[in-house]
């Protein structure tokens, strides 16, 4: 009979032992290296505590933690709920990471750049302008045009992170010319970018207002997008429809971007104009740089 309890009794606590033991597993993450002294813990107990410090050790019935002010504590194991490894806190992305394509070849698109973001654009060598991001919505821009030509435009857009994006913005072309027979424009858009920002479709239509007596009024309509084909590379498209008093005239574009961590190299056969009277389709270049 005595030996009967005896044995119910040992029983009992191995039973008791490797419960505690099981809990210990449940509770502490199996990223913890107790042997890595470089890494930051967690602890959270059950009712409720926050702690931030080093797990020294786990051997049932309690835990050894050593907070970061030097003091070490002991918690019954029972009353921890996690212990994991304290995550470094994630640096504000300066570069874009997805959201390369603020404008296809020339065409506006619904896509804004990150808040505080800066974007270098040069198209055919010649066009030139430069945008800050004022919000995660909302940009400016200054450009230069060759050979006397001064680009002032700004855009609105929605959350880049919806598959449905829109933009409107107004583009000001001035120029900076002596003579009345130069062209000074208003151009006001609207944009619609649907898909992800590595593949969409762009839909671009707006109005030109003749500032002046050198250039003409009329609709502006493009349709294009971008589609990823590896980790850089991008097909890239951008067409052109001009409306006028002479009928439409459609400008066809499309070619290749490589997209890389800093900057953007568009290679392709697209519509380029100067909101002049002439518009052209005409092999081109363009370059993006985010900074």
């Not at 009345?180 to 762009?202: M, W």
Request: aromatic letters at 14%.
């Amino acid at each position: 009979m005595t030996h009967c309890r005896a044995y119910r009794t040992g029983l009992a606590a191995c039973l008791l032992c490797w419960a505690a033991l099981l809990s210990a597993q449940a509770v502490v993450s199996p990223e913890v290296d107790l042997r890595d002294s470089s890494q930051q813990h967690l602890l959270r107990t059950r009712r409720g505590d926050r702690l931030l410090g080093r797990l020294l050790f786990v051997q049932a019935p309690e835990a050894g933690f050593r907070l970061r002010s030097g003091d070490t504590l002991f918690f019954d194991l029972s009353s921890l709920k996690t212990v994991e490894v304290l995550k470094p806190p994630r640096l504000r992305q300066k570069t874009p990471t997805n959201i390369l394509f603020p404008d296809l070849f020339v065409s506006n698109t619904a896509y804004s750049l990150e808040k505080g973001l800066r974007q270098f654009r040069n198209t055919q060598l010649a066009w030139n302008h430069a945008d800050f991001a004022a919000t995660n919505h909302y940009s400016i821009g200054l450009g230069y045009l060759l050979p006397f030509h001064l680009l002032v435009r700004t855009k609105a857009a929605s959350s880049s992170e919806n598959r449905f994006n829109l933009g409107a913005g107004i583009n000001f072309l001035f120029s900076l010319g002596p003579g009345e027979e130069f062209p000074r424009k208003a151009h006001f858009y609207t944009a619609l970018s649907l898909g992800e920002a590595d593949k969409f479709f762009n839909i671009n239509a707006g109005y030109a207002i003749d500032l002046s007596r050198g250039s003409r009024s009329g609709f502006l309509f493009s349709g294009g997008g971008a589609f990823r084909l590896s980790k850089h590379w991008f097909i890239l498209a951008d067409n052109l429809l001009l409306l006028g008093r002479d009928g439409g005239r459609l400008y066809p574009g499309l070619g290749l971007s490589y997209a890389g961590k800093y900057s953007r190299l568009d290679l392709g056969y697209f519509y380029f104009t100067t909101f002049t009277t002439e518009t052209a389709s005409s092999p081109g270049i363009g370059y993006s740089r985010f900074f």
